[in-house]
T-cell receptor
Framework: ELKVEQNPLFLSMQEGKNYTIYCNYSTTSDRLYWYRQDPGKSLESLFVLLSNGAVKQEGRLMASLDTKARLSTLHITAAVHDLSATYFCAVDGYSGGGADGLTFGKGTHLIIQP | SQTIHQWPATLVQPVGSPLSLECTVEGTSNPNLYWYRQAAGRGLQLLFYSVGIGQISSEVPQNLSASRPQDRQFILSSKKLLLSDSGFYLC????????????FGSGTQLSVL
């Protein structure tokens, strides 16, 4: 059974600071996704990482994937209040047998204070 | 462009009542379709997925069922709701071009009282 663990689950930080969210998963996979969810809203896709060593950046967010370590990171640079949200990582345990969906972590609830 | 519609946005139902949530996708054909549930303080749990009309796979045993009567329509149902069915239900679709990147609907907040 594929397990996806995020840490921390809750993070409060000040504007202007840097921080990293970690996502570990339990099985071989080279497909990892990051999503953002605002309160009461649906999930918005942030990054798609499809190979070992993949790095993607969008604004103050940067995501990377190390498939050997089964680890992805989401790095926040010089945080701003608008980045306050819950961030989910999700792993595709696709093994060639069909489209059986993604397995999600529990999410990291991020609060950025002025 | 592709869009996904999910309704209703909010639903309050008594225990033991039936449920029907509907999801439709526009702008694509033969999508993979999914129902996820997000309980308070927890991650997303995959409930059902479908790779084609009439093809439904269930991930967890429960009193919910899903149907796909048309290519771009996915319905989540229950004959009798339980308190534990409360949660935020999300429909999603993918076409497998970027792995299984999912595109989510706006969600339905279900409260069973």
């Amino acid at each position: 059974e594929l397990k996806v663990e995020q840490n921390p689950l809750f993070l409060s930080m000040q504007e202007g600071k840097n921080y990293t969210i970690y996502c570990n998963y339990s099985t071989t996979s080279d497909r990892l996704y990051w999503y953002r969810q605002d309160p009461g809203k649906s999930l918005e896709s942030l990054f798609v990482l499809l190979s070992n060593g993949a790095v993607k950046q969008e604004g103050r967010l940067m995501a990377s994937l190390d498939t050997k370590a089964r680890l992805s990171t989401l790095h926040i640079t010089a945080a701003v209040h608008d980045l306050s949200a819950t961030y989910f990582c999700a792993v595709d345990g696709y093994s060639g047998g069909g489209a059986d969906g993604l397995t999600f972590g529990k999410g990291t609830h991020l609060i950025i204070q002025p | 462009s592709q869009t996904i519609h999910q309704w209703p946005a909010t639903l309050v139902q008594p225990v033991g009542s039936p449920l029907s949530l509907e999801c439709t996708v526009e702008g694509t054909s033969n999508p993979n379709l999914y129902w996820y549930r997000q309980a308070a303080g927890r991650g997303l749990q995959l409930l059902f997925y479908s790779v084609g009309i009439g093809q439904i796979s269930s991930e967890v045993p429960q009193n919910l069922s899903a149907s796909r009567p048309q290519d771009r329509q996915f319905i989540l149902s229950s004959k009798k709701l339980l308190l534990s069915d409360s949660g935020f239900y999300l429909c999603a679709w993918s076409v497998g071009h970027e792995g299984e990147k999912l595109f989510f609907g706006s969600g339905t907040q279900l409260s069973v009282l």
